[in-house]
């Protein structure tokens, strides 16, 4: 996966990250492993080209797979969170099998009103009316979140897989202004600590979930200053804000109020890099695409994450568990029961993960370009493209062993949340391990200000 990185000078001739431990851990008929450890590899080598240090930054098996489940590790006051609400999940449908994701509350009441329910149980006799495809259909027409459970050759046929298929897993691109202009240096370069390497760097961090905020906490977790923005009335999920919460701050932003957008603004203009993570075109109307973001700051690293890529549903909602159904992960993986066959899933939310760090990739390939240069870019990734990069990988062999992975080593801290058993992140500075340094803070407390 590093070779998405080989389109720029600086890491052209950087050699891959270490990479040591056991191969093979979760098992299943996908390498999820491989794509694990690649999407991490692919963040520590675009690392040590944009801080010259060979050899420094290396992945891990153990912290890897800890922290690609580092929900399922996290507790909070001795609390196990929820993961998935009732409502998600796997449904039958008149002729198959539906995923549904109803965690966020206005997710599962447009779910119901799309469904003309009014319990649970009438969303299942609703369903069961409808094919998966026709039910796929409704929920989205009324802006809720499903997706049909379809077989790999039902997704390789339809038209949305040239839109997750096409390009290569990080597609980056320059600015069209900056290509015959000579810019400046930034004005920011690493430090030599190597474990806060990101010292001084400004993050805005507008994403949501998964697959945003880990890119985003890594980052922090280097040192950067991420200063994450969501907006009011659509709080995150309390588990998951904790889980992605580390080494960054949060503020709430209303970006359809004049005086708020240009609060944010000013922040832009002394940013090092911006993520997005909301459905493509999300924020075009309050100039905040990447085209009008580099067209004001040729310098700037816009990393932006979409769940489907171009295509058909290119600005259609979505999460890793909805591209695992759409795929055919959720068939590859099914099974039977007393019941009869019924749709799985991967072991951990690994399109998230393995993105998130692709998104990490990206912004520090494009930081290590803009320290040679002067210019900035932009990079895009999509849950669904990285579905795609892990059927790409070697099948592994049904009946190849399995390695046990030792416990996970388990961090402790207090929080505004209560006191945390959390893991830390998959990297290894030197040798040891890397940490967090700071406990996630209270939800939307931080004010539209850059630290220092």
Request: glycine share 10%; proline share 8%.
């Amino acid at each position: 996966m590093t070779d998405s990185l080989r389109g720029f000078e600086a890491l052209r001739a950087a050699p891959p990250a270490g990479c040591f431990g056991p191969r093979r851990w979760w098992g299943g008929p996908l390498d999820v492993e491989g794509l694990a450890l690649g999407s991490v590899q692919a963040a520590a080598t675009a690392l040590q080209a944009l801080t010259d240090t060979a050899g420094r930054y290396a992945v891990a098996s153990g912290p890897t797979a800890a922290s690609f489940d580092s929900l399922g590790h996290l507790r909070i006051s001795g609390s196990k969170p929820q993961g998935f609400a009732p409502m998600s999940g796997f449904r039958p449908t008149l002729d198959g099998w539906i995923r549904l994701h109803a965690n966020y509350p206005h997710h599962a009441a447009r779910l119901m009103e799309a469904l003309v329910a009014s319990t649970p149980q009438d969303v299942d006799r609703a369903l069961l009316s409808m094919t998966s495809v026709e039910a796929e259909e409704a929920i989205a027409a009324g802006k809720g979140v499903a997706a049909a459970v379809r077989t790999r050759e039902e997704w390789l046929s339809a038209p949305m897989h040239g839109g997750a298929s096409e390009g290569p897993w990080i597609k980056f691109m320059r600015p069209a202004s900056a290509q015959a202009e000579t810019l400046r240096p930034s004005s920011w370069v690493p430090s030599t600590e190597p474990f806060q390497p990101l010292a001084g760097l400004r993050v805005l961090d507008l994403t949501r979930v998964i697959a945003g905020p880990t890119s985003t906490r890594f980052l922090g977790a280097l040192g950067a200053d991420v200063l994450r923005i969501d907006p009011p009335g659509l709080p995150e999920l309390t588990d998951a804000f904790v889980d992605s919460g580390f080494d960054k701050r949060s503020a709430e932003a209303d970006l359809g109020d004049a005086d708020v957008l240009a609060a944010v603004q000013h922040l832009l203009a002394s940013a090092d890099v911006v993520v997005t993570g909301y459905r493509r075109g999300g924020l075009d109307r309050f100039g905040l695409s990447p085209e009008e973001l580099l067209a004001t700051r040729p310098d700037l690293v816009v990393v932006t994450l979409s769940a489907w890529g171009s295509g058909p549903w290119k600005a259609r909602r979505g999460f890793d568990s909805l591209v695992q159904a759409a795929c055919g992960i959720a068939e590859r993986y099914g099974r039977y029961d007393d019941d009869g066959w019924k749709p799985g899933a991967l072991p951990v939310q690994a399109l998230d993960h393995a993105t998130g760090y692709g998104l990490a990739a990206a912004a520090l390939a494009l930081l290590a370009e803009r320290r040679r240069t002067g210019r900035g870019g932009t990079a895009q990734l999509s849950l669904a493209r990285t579905a795609e990069e892990l059927f790409c990988l070697p099948a592994p062999e049904p009946s190849g062993p399995l390695s046990s992975l030792p416990e996970p080593e388990y961090l402790e801290t207090e929080s505004p949340y209560g006191h945390l058993r959390f893991v830390g992140p998959p990297l290894m500075v030197d040798g040891a391990p890397l940490r967090y340094g700071r406990a996630p803070e209270r939800y939307g407390i931080s004010a539209l200000a850059w630290r220092h």
